[in-house]
């Protein structure tokens, strides 16, 4: 009964490969979202969706793709991997844009060597 | 765009004082201010919000407030205890634009 969860929680992988990370949610919210969480901990907006149509695309390298088959999933795959993407991931969700709480995922801990 | 400033980035308190951190925002457009808090290893969790109507909010030991001339915000926590220690951030939202503050980590000494 997991409100966001994320698939996989780690995920170790060579410099150039190309890799997916999951996200759902079982909220029946409208509006999801990615962030990167860096080593120092800072907090930042990837890419948000709201009823599968992309709102929010920050400055994010055309290597990193969102995709959105359904309200309830927000996937991001990532093309020929670099070690600056080495992060946490964490994908969130709430009711609709702007002034609604965010629920986010476990975070996805991505080591790129 | 958006730029979210927070301090102090690190807070050592003796368990009961209270912790104050601040955050400043840069647009006026803002208009949802919430709080999360992450523990070690941990995803954020939301502690409190304020959205830009109101100018304080309070839950239990935790409490908000708002100046939307001088464009900031504060939370604050009254008697502390140890599992009070993680990392805050504070946000600033416009639309479904959420910019974070760069975090403060919080330590409550017993």
Not at chain 1, 13 to 33: A, F, P, R, V, W
Not at chain 1, 71 to 79: D, E, F, G, S, T
Request: charged fraction near 20%; glycine fraction near 6%; include cysteine.
């Amino acid at each position: 009964d997991t409100a966001v969860s994320q698939t996989p929680k780690y995920l170790v992988t060579q410099m150039g490969n190309d890799k997916s990370i999951k996200c759902e949610q079982n909220l029946g919210h409208d509006t999801m979202y990615w962030y990167k969480q860096d080593s120092k901990k800072f907090l930042k907006i990837m890419f948000s969706y709201n009823n599968k149509e992309l709102i929010i695309n920050e400055t994010v390298p055309n290597r990193f793709s969102p995709k959105s088959p359904d309200k309830a999933h927000l996937n991001l795959h990532i093309n020929s991997l670099e070690l600056g993407d080495s992060a946490v991931y964490f994908c969130a969700s709430s009711l609709g844009q702007g002034i609604y709480e965010q629920f986010f995922g476990p975070g996805t801990r991505l080591t790129v060597l | 765009g958006e730029n979210v400033e927070q301090h102090p980035s690190t807070l050592s308190v003796q368990e009961g004082d209270s912790a104050v951190i601040k955050c400043t925002y840069s647009d006026s457009a803002s208009n949802y201010f919430p709080w999360y808090k992450q523990e070690l290893g941990k995803r954020p969790q939301l502690i409190i919000d304020i959205r830009s109507n109101v100018g304080e909010k309070k839950d239990q030991r935790i409490a908000v407030t708002l100046n939307k001339t001088a464009k900031h915000f504060s939370l604050h926590i009254t008697e502390t205890q140890p599992e009070d220690s993680a990392v805050y951030f504070c946000a600033a939202s416009i639309m479904s634009q959420f910019y974070f503050g760069t975090g403060t980590s919080l330590t409550v000494i017993p």
